[in-house]
């Protein structure tokens, strides 16, 4: 083989494996984008299976308070903001409103123990402590995907990729110490 055929071969090798570790790279970024956007569908399913259970809860509620309405409005309110959230921010600012005023409801139940031994209310109240924890798993989930996608972008050489396709960094869903707390839900 010719001095020249030789180096033409191993230019080719060369940018080959550049190619492919480029491709592996961007192929990367996207299962981990993914990945982001996977666990943040489950984490909005789990909101959405809590805001589903609010209107049973606040209807059962009801059946058996008079003159609660403040704090029933603001439940639902809440409900009707998280719904209605678009960006992680706003779902994290709802998610902490509504959990804020399941926690002044639970405290209203307190003063009816007719409502408290309620099997619909008991049922209710299971349901959503069960909610409660698959939102917390969830909101594992998806800050651990947001990590490792992260990470990704932020580490070379796929900083290089991430910024030559637009991926940027992800935000965490953070909750503030109070809306870290399962509403109390033992009577």
């Given at each position: 083989m010719k001095k020249s055929s030789i180096i033409l071969l191993s230019v080719v090798a060369v940018i080959a494996i550049l190619v492919f570790s480029m491709i592996g790279s961007y192929n990367g970024l996207v299962s981990k984008k993914e990945a982001v956007t996977q666990k943040l569908s489950d984490l909005d399913t789990a909101l959405q299976r809590r805001s589903d259970l609010i209107p049973?809860?606040?209807?059962?509620?009801?059946?058996?308070?008079?003159?609660?309405?403040?704090?029933?409005?603001?439940?639902?309110?809440?409900?009707?903001?998280?719904?209605?959230?678009?960006?992680?921010?706003?779902?994290?600012?709802?998610?902490?409103?509504?959990?804020?005023?399941?926690?002044?409801?639970?405290?209203?139940?307190?003063?009816?123990?007719d409502l408290k031994s309620s099997e619909n209310f008991l049922n209710l109240q299971n349901e959503l402590a069960g909610t409660e924890n698959r939102i917390a798993v969830a909101r594992r989930d998806y800050n651990d995907a947001v990590n490792k996608y992260n990470s990704s972008i932020k580490k070379f050489p796929s900083n290089i990729m991430a910024g030559m396709f637009g991926f940027g960094e992800e935000k965490y869903f953070e909750a503030n110490e109070k809306a870290q707390e399962v509403p109390s839900v033992n009577f």
């Open positions: 049973n809860l606040v209807n059962t509620v009801k059946g058996f308070t008079d003159h609660e309405n403040e704090v029933i409005e603001k439940v639902t309110s809440a409900r009707e903001k998280l719904a209605g959230a678009s960006s992680i921010e706003d779902k994290q600012k709802a998610n902490e409103e509504l959990s804020e005023s399941l926690k002044s409801l639970m405290v209203i139940v307190e003063n009816y123990p």
